[in-house]
């Protein structure tokens, strides 16, 4: 069992920044392949980033590339996405996910998932 839990969410102007951070507790993190969705209302959960148990494998959705960078520190337990040059379109709820059994992009491969952290970007 994992239990996963976001912060760093917030209000920010469209171009700013934010670090969303996911702790995890339970199983082994370090064995485990993190990912993080967002969904915005009215919308499909749909993938930012992943990466790697080793952390030399990251993925990311086009529509981040570039302006977000995902991370993890295993011996805090803990997976980041730092988010840079933040558009109004980059608002929604983000969630971190953890153990993929099949594609990592998609929502539906991942077990175990956080409460989700609110990402709000004005213009």
């Known amino acids: 069992q994992v239990r996963l839990v976001e912060s760093g969410g917030g209000l920010v102007q469209a171009g700013g920044s934010l670090r969303l951070s996911c702790a995890a507790s339970g199983r082994t993190f370090s064995s485990a392949v993190m990912g993080w969705f967002r969904q915005a209302p009215g919308k499909e959960r749909e993938f930012v980033a992943a990466m790697s148990r080793s952390a030399d494998t990251t993925y990311y959705a086009d529509s981040v590339k570039g302006r977000f960078t995902i991370s993890r520190d295993n011996a805090k337990n803990t997976v980041y996405l730092q988010m840079n040059s933040l558009k109004t379109e980059d608002t929604a709820v983000y969630y971190c996910?953890?153990?993929?059994?099949?594609?990592?992009?998609?929502?539906?491969?991942?077990?175990?998932w956080g409460q989700g952290t609110q990402v709000t970007v004005s213009s």
């Open positions: 996910a953890a153990d993929p059994y099949r594609a990592w992009n998609r929502p539906t491969s991942y077990n175990y």
